[in-house]
């Protein structure tokens, strides 16, 4: 299920080629464009040029926001398994068969992800995500602690299964920066997750990224500071809620403190200014002060 709202057509042309090189056919897979309310470009245009017929289409009558277009893909979706994949991301060659594969060895799983590579708007690799365990197979109960103090999955890497995105009530309505991450938290302390690490996804970073609204005005950092309490009043046991709270926010405070410090290289001073004064929200521990006060120092001497 390919979410896509004003997606350039060289991202979206690449996302789909990606899949269809690995389609097993319209028996064992849906392929579904849903296109919330596009602006720009003819995104019908494109999926029937690409797909040829295979690709279904469907346009939202209004725009129904991130989150209720996410759910929608849950709610169109009629497979077993679902990959909600942006329209600028890509998956590799295997990524289908091996994570079929490893579900069909573990049927006890509610999801399963891979690592991946992020790349950049040009599609050059800039980095590959962390190793969670050595060869295939299931996590550890230790990864949904991980899980709850840092982001680890992204939506290319992972499928879900469908019944476990209805038991959970499909992604939240009052989280807009951090909903996906909730929903991996979610699933992480409550059901087992099968990990492949090869890397057979690709995770786009764009340029324009860094100077979203959200990041210009620090609401992506009070996001993930909402998405942590949320996490810890309703999915970690009360005698660990302290704890766990305490340190997610202090690494979501050293996020937001490098953050700032790459948008003042870049240029982005406001910006930048907005993620120091998030950091310090997020958490005063020395780990946050002394990366604030570093880039601040540096700010002053520049």
Request: some cysteine; glycine content about 6%; hydrophobic content about 40%.
């Amino acid at each position: 299920m390919i979410p896509v709202y004003n997606c350039p057509d060289r991202y979206l042309r690449a996302t789909l080629l990606s899949v269809l090189s690995q389609d097993p056919g319209p028996s064992e897979m849906q392929i579904e464009v849903i296109d919330n309310c596009s602006t720009e470009g003819d995104v019908e245009k494109l999926v029937q040029e690409i797909g040829g017929g295979r690709i279904a289409f469907f346009r939202q009558p209004m725009n129904l926001g991130i989150v209720g277009n996410f759910n929608s893909c849950v709610q169109r979706s009629r497979g077993q398994w679902v990959q909600i994949l942006h329209g600028d991301d890509v998956v590799r060659p295997g990524f289908y068969a091996r994570t079929r594969e490893g579900i069909e060895q573990h049927p006890e799983v509610a999801a399963a992800f891979c690592r991946l590579i992020y790349i950049d708007q040009d599609g050059h690799w800039l980095g590959i995500s962390d190793l969670e365990i050595p060869a295939r197979g299931v996590l550890d109960p230790g990864f949904a602690d991980r899980e709850l103090i840092d982001q680890r999955i992204q939506f290319v890497s992972i499928v879900v299964r469908r019944s476990t995105y209805e038991e959970l009530g499909g992604f939240r309505a009052s989280l807009a920066h951090c909903l996906d991450w909730d929903m991996w938290k979610r699933i992480a302390v409550r059901k087992p997750i099968f990990f492949d690490p090869e890397p057979l996804a690709c995770f786009r970073l764009h340029a324009g990224a860094d100077t979203s609204q959200l990041v210009t005005s620090g609401e992506n950092v009070a996001d993930e500071r909402r998405s942590i309490d949320i996490s810890c009043a309703c999915d970690v046991p009360a005698t660990r809620r302290s704890q766990i709270k305490r340190v997610a926010r202090r690494a979501a405070g050293v996020r937001a403190a490098r953050l700032a410090r790459r948008l003042w290289k870049a240029g982005h001073a406001a910006a930048s200014l907005r993620q120091a004064i998030e950091a310090v929200r997020c958490s005063r521990s020395p780990a946050v002060l002394a990366r604030v006060a570093y880039f601040m120092a540096s700010a002053i001497v520049h």
